[in-house]
């Protein structure tokens, strides 16, 4: 049975500082940092940083700011939550990476996608209308790549390949590659089909609504003869001492973060109702150690999923409640998740 992983997301939204006041976004790449080596001294298996052209956020080069990290940890995995393949060169994607994984010793990963948020499309020149079919001739490229051999290959969307060898190698000779989905069976299938690990985005609901999506990947896999590898899945969430302190910390910044990003998207104003039940019984891992450990548990188990991730920065909690937020999930809560998987 593949063992469990646990890991930590961040976007490096910017935390209030000492003063109250949201610290810059070079500050907020400093904490994400200090959090990463936290992680790893406390027994987080996996931290991936997503991608991201916002004022609301800092990391919009996730392999940078995993090199700096790197450097200072020796055990975390370390990968990206989500790249944006279809604003960005396959290649120069695939090298970056490669990078990360030689100045890791081999614990680099990427996870693929099209991109929730669309403001890199315009920044880096790419028309939305080709939004669909940028994902998929790139992501045919990246596959390609991953043999490591030299590419020969043409599309629409960049210039043609001709025996292009790519530089540099990594030294297993296996870049891990993820896809992360929200919820479109076209491309759960195409994840499927290029046999790559597939990463679900569960931000809202109740998890197991998602089961199908699962066994799509599973029979997309059987049909095309590839591997159908464990599932991953990430959810929003926070830790604290108790239930009620995670709550008070959480729901102000991530009303302001919600309805920030809901006003763009047409949602109307998160109710306090709404996170309540999200809480309770949806996809929000929001209280004390054993609060969420059970429901994390709950929702792995229900699931069958091979690793689970808390994106844990959601708004501007303060600094100091993150670092404790990632104390306790690496100290408490990964061994009580493992405790209750095994027994359940």
């Known amino acids: 049975m593949t063992t469990l992983q646990l890991g930590l997301d961040s976007f490096g939204d910017r935390p209030q500082g000492p003063d109250g006041e949201l610290v810059s976004h070079a500050a907020a790449i400093r904490q994400v940092v200090e959090e990463a080596v936290l992680a790893d001294q406390v027994g987080v298996d996996v931290v991936a940083l997503g991608e991201h052209h916002r004022p609301e956020y800092s990391v919009s080069s996730p392999e940078t700011v995993l090199a700096a990290i790197a450097a200072r940890t020796s055990r975390l995995r370390l990968g990206s939550g989500v790249t944006v393949l279809s604003s960005d060169d396959p ?4 090298q970056r990476f490669a990078t990360l994984d030689a100045i890791s010793e081999g614990r680099a990963e990427v996870i693929l996608g099209r991109g929730s948020f669309t403001e890199s499309f315009p920044l880096f020149g790419y028309d939305l209308a080709d939004y669909d079919v940028l994902f998929e001739e790139k992501i045919e ?5 991953l043999t490591e051999q030299p590419v020969t290959w043409s599309g629409t969307t960049r210039p043609a390949l001709q025996d292009a060898d ?6 297993s000779g296996h870049l891990t590659t993820w896809v992360g989905v929200g919820g479109s069976p076209q491309s759960v299938v195409r994840t499927a089909q290029y046999g790559m690990p597939l990463m679900l985005a569960i ?3 109740d998890p197991r609504r998602f089961a199908p999506y699962l066994d799509l990947y599973r029979r997309a896999a059987e049909q095309f003869g590839t591997t159908a590898h464990p599932v991953g899945m990430h959810s929003p969430g926070f830790v604290a001492d108790t239930d009620e302190e995670a709550v008070e910390i959480f729901w102000p910044h991530y009303r302001l973060q919600r309805d920030r990003i809901g006003a763009l998207r047409g949602w109307p104003p998160v109710r306090r109702e709404e996170f309540d039940a999200e809480v309770a019984h949806g996809s929000l891992y929001v209280g004390s150690p054993q609060t969420v450990a059970q429901k994390i548990a709950r929702a792995v188990t229900a699931l069958g999923v091979g690793r689970f991730d808390l994106i844990y920065t959601t708004g501007a909690q303060p600094a100091d409640a993150r670092l404790r937020n990632v104390e306790l999930y690496g100290t408490k809560v990964v061994p009580m998740v493992r405790d209750l998987v095994a027994d359940a």
């Open 166 to 171: 790519v530089f540099p190698k990594t030294e």
């Open 91 to 94: 290649v120069r994607v695939f």
């Open 141 to 145: 490229l990246f596959s390609r790549l």
């Open 203 to 205: 931000i809202g609901g």
